[in-house]
């Protein structure tokens, strides 16, 4: 059994939200047993339920007749107090983890603020940040909860970028490009094309997917950054899922990502991209496909795939520039610092 008990009490509020034309309507509702759809941006409004508090990443060392090993539990809400549980061997994704061992559970919140996890590998606590497992006679482990952060977080546009959005009058830049504004900034919201356009380039994005614990698949938290309003690196809620092609950090169902490095919703997260066009020859045949390589949150997920054309809902290929496109699926994701580098 991998049992997981939460120490102290909640106060149980979930803030439904909308995402609206340029901004972000949220409107208090009182918790049902039904899964009813939350959208929530706001960070303060988050924290207010109790299930946000425990979802995460938390990271350790399992100490047995071995010796000691670094491991990572990611917690994935999923509504309503109940959550997926993944106990990664070597530690989290791109920081360890060796990509294959994975040990899973559920957990469930009680009326007294515990949880309990269901799973043949472990049993364990977790209270005020602290997680402590316990695998068999004698193995056990203590992990704190981790807020990764992204090494390219906030990174100044070099010298020759062009800044597409960098605060407040930037929104000009896009057409129907509005500021959405919440507590902790002033942001840039979706279902906007950049007025200017770019052939090869390199390209830093910058967004946070909102909490959305009562949704799944295509439905938590669906955004996505076209290059050349053409080609679609997703970005959806994908925290602990599997990394497929349609998920965050994927070519959209093209190309899926080297590892799913998607950090827990309401965490800042970048793209870092470079850019190669198609190309064709004079009689209009084309004799290369467009190319791309992506860093997320800092670790490389495309090494120079080649597009197999433009993806779903993408423009047709030519060897015309295009713009970026943040697209819209109605959940309130939010984006800040974008630049681009053109590279003749």
């Known amino acids: 059994m ?55 990443e938390y990271v350790g060392e399992l100490e047995s007749a ?5 491991i990572g539990v990611q917690v994935i809400a999923k509504g309503l107090g ?104 002033t942001f840039l919201n979706m279902g906007i094309k950049s007025k200017e356009k770019f052939g090869a380039f390199k390209a830093h994005v910058e967004f946070r997917l909102p909490w959305m614990p009562n949704s799944t698949g295509q439905g938590r938290a669906n955004s996505g950054v076209y290059l050349q309003d053409r080609y679609e690196v997703q970005v959806l809620d994908s925290f602990g899922l599997k990394g497929e092609n349609n998920e965050c950090g994927g070519i959209y169902t093209q190309h899926k990502p080297i590892v799913n490095m998607c950090y827990p919703p309401m965490t800042w997260q970048t793209y870092d991209i470079e850019f190669t066009p198609v190309e064709f020859d004079g009689d209009g045949k084309k004799t290369k496909g467009a190319r791309t390589t992506i860093l997320h949150n800092g670790v490389e997920i495309h090494d120079n795939v080649e597009m197999k054309g433009p993806t779903g809902g993408g423009q047709p290929e030519t060897a015309m520039p295009g713009p970026f496109q943040l697209q819209n699926h109605g959940d309130p994701l939010v984006y800040q610092n974008i630049w681009v580098v053109p590279i003749k």
């Open 2 to 56: 991998f049992r997981l008990a939460l120490a102290g009490a909640f106060a149980a509020c979930l803030l439904i939200t909308a995402a609206m034309s340029g901004s972000i309507a949220q409107d208090k509702k009182e918790p049902t047993k039904k899964k009813e759809r939350i959208a929530i941006s706001e960070p303060k409004d988050a924290a207010k339920d109790p299930d946000f508090a425990i979802q995460g």
């Open 66 to 70: 071995d010796g000691k090993n670094k």
């Open 82 to 185: 109940e959550f997926d549980v993944k106990a990664l061997k070597g530690g989290l994704p791109g920081d360890g983890w060796d990509g294959m061992t994975t040990k899973t559970g559920s957990a469930k919140l009680s009326e007294n603020g515990s949880a309990a996890i269901t799973s043949k590998d472990f049993e364990g606590t977790i209270a005020d940040g602290v997680m402590t497992v316990k695998k068999g006679s004698g193995d056990g482990a203590t992990l704190k909860k981790v807020a990764r952060k992204s090494p390219t977080l906030g990174a100044k546009p070099p010298e020759g970028a062009l800044v597409l959005f960098g605060g407040p009058g930037d929104e000009k830049k896009w057409d129907g490009g509005k500021i959405v504004e919440l507590s902790d900034g």
